[in-house]
């Protein structure tokens, strides 16, 4: 299955500020997603990331709030906008594998704080 | 709409113990995949195993074992000899995969168990 860098793995920061998070997969993935883990809590989806035109966002989850680009196949960013202590989580990339391969494969996350 | 439910939010064991973690899900796709992932305390996922809608065959991967029951939406699985380093979160997780389906390629987590092993 892919494998996927994400990158950064941690940060910390002030609030009103944005961060953009991204996603590099090794290989050529049919869809990809990006999820945000609260803390103590399970997976939410966010969007799922269309390449070459604008995410498809979940209930509660806007494009203003959390814009995200999809250049290629292969590559995605998150931003999470304007910040909030409420922010804080881990924000997760995935990516789904071609047909052949049904193989749903995530980065290593990337933990936020916002003070 | 896509639902998966974990009926235990915590278990807590003693080395050696056989565990078994409930998954109930809901779907209205004909053909989906079920999944077990482990969340160690670093925060990364781990995968664990992958099932689909039409093989109901039982697995077992050394200690672990999944049981997959279509009739009653269920897809529990097994820690047999458990160990201080199966302590962990554990997801029970849905993907859709009707063609055209609104929940195709989105993973559905149930709410986890924190299993805890004790030495």
């Known amino acids: 299955s892919a494998v996927i860098s994400q990158k950064p793995s941690r940060d910390i920061c002030q609030r009103g500020t944005s961060l953009t998070i991204q996603c590099q997969v090794d290989s050529q993935v049919t869809m990809m997603f990006w999820y945000r883990q609260q803390p103590g809590q399970s997976l939410t989806l966010i969007a799922t990331a269309n390449q070459g035109s604008e995410a498809t966002y979940e209930s509660g989850f806007v494009i203003d709030k959390f814009p995200i680009s999809r250049p290629n196949l292969t590559f995605s960013t998150l931003t999470v906008s304007n910040m909030s202590p409420e922010d804080s989580s881990i924000y997760l990339c995935s990516a789904l594998g071609t047909i052949a391969n049904y193989g749903y494969t995530f980065g290593s996350g990337t933990r936020l704080t916002v003070v | 709409a896509q639902k998966v439910t974990q009926a235990q939010t915590e278990i807590s064991v003693v080395e050696k113990e056989d565990v078994t973690l409930d998954c109930v899900y809901e779907t209205r796709d004909t053909t989906y995949y079920l999944f077990w992932y482990k969340q160690p305390p670093s925060g990364e996922l781990v995968f664990l195993i992958r099932?689909?809608?039409?093989?109901?065959q039982n697995e077992i991967s050394g200690r672990y074992s999944w049981n997959f029951q279509k009739s009653t939406s269920s897809f529990n699985f097994t820690i047999t000899a458990s160990q201080v380093v199966d302590s962990a979160v554990y997801f029970c997780a849905l993907r859709g995969a009707n063609a055209g389906g609104t929940s195709y390629g989105k993973l559905t987590f149930g709410q986890g168990t924190i299993l805890t092993v004790h030495p």
């Open positions: 099932r689909n809608s039409f093989d109901e």
